[in-house]
């Protein structure tokens, strides 16, 4: 261990995941995840699992419930299917985070952009690609986080995908309540905003 890490700030996890690409990993409880947005305004899809049964996993409308706002904030609990609390945003330098936007898909972009969009990569591929690899299937898709989206909800209750409200170097850090599978798109998004319409890489960031 390096003389000048501190103990309960070592670092266990440090991987840049490319632009596009999915992402899955354990995070156990007690440790941080740092979220990084390397180059600004890049949506980072999230879904999380229960470790130790993936039947339980993340829940948008428990949370949103619970705290009685639908932005992910600093203190935002982020509660499981069984109203259990997964993870915590312990920092995050993006004042507030999007858990309603949902997950580009090649269906909704050739609905929303045109057929011509049909072959395009999509948050859903990323999710589907990833939860394969730990059995997992179309029916373990639900509601996720977009971390570093800004999706403002206008006051007839319309929602936008709008400029982002990140910056380069930008983070968001969660701690981890329990052992938690985490489950992430760097999202390829070319048709909207909320990728700056550059996808870029993110760096993620795990301390014991
Ligand atoms: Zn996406």
């Given at each position: 261990m390096r003389e000048d890490l501190n103990a309960s700030?070592?670092?266990?996890?440090?991987?840049?995941?490319?632009?596009?690409a999915p992402w899955m990993y354990d995070v156990l409880a007690g440790q941080t995840l740092e979220i990084i947005d390397l180059?600004?305004?890049?949506?980072?899809?999230?879904?999380?699992?229960?470790?130790?049964?993936?039947?339980?996993?993340y829940s948008a409308q428990d949370t949103i419930a619970a705290q009685g706002n639908i932005f992910l904030r600093a203190g935002s609990t982020l509660l499981s299917n069984e109203g259990r609390p997964m993870m915590v945003i312990a920092t995050t330098t993006v004042e507030y985070h999007d858990t309603i936007g949902g997950a580009c898909s090649c269906e909704s972009n050739t609905l929303r952009y045109g057929h011509h969009t049909k072959s395009q990569h999509a948050c859903?591929?990323?999710?589907?690609?990833?939860?394969?690899?730990?059995g997992r299937n179309k029916r373990d898709m639900v509601s996720n986080i977009n971390w570093f989206m800004n999706v403002p909800v206008e006051?007839?209750?319309?929602?936008?995908?709008?400029?982002?409200?990140?910056?380069?170097?930008?983070s968001v850090t969660l701690k981890a309540l329990m052992?938690?599978?985490?489950?992430?798109s760097n999202c390829p998004?070319?048709?909207?905003p909320c990728n700056g319409f550059n996808p870029t890489p993110v760096r993620m960031v795990i301390r014991a």
């Open positions: 700030e070592l670092v266990i996890y440090d991987e840049i995941v490319p632009a596009r180059e600004g305004n890049q949506a980072v899809d999230f879904l999380m699992y229960v470790t130790a049964d993936d039947a339980e996993r859903v591929d990323n999710f589907l690609d990833a939860n394969a690899r730990a006051a007839d209750g319309a929602l936008g995908i709008v400029d982002g409200i990140s910056a380069p170097g930008l052992d938690v599978t985490v489950v992430v998004q070319i048709n909207n």
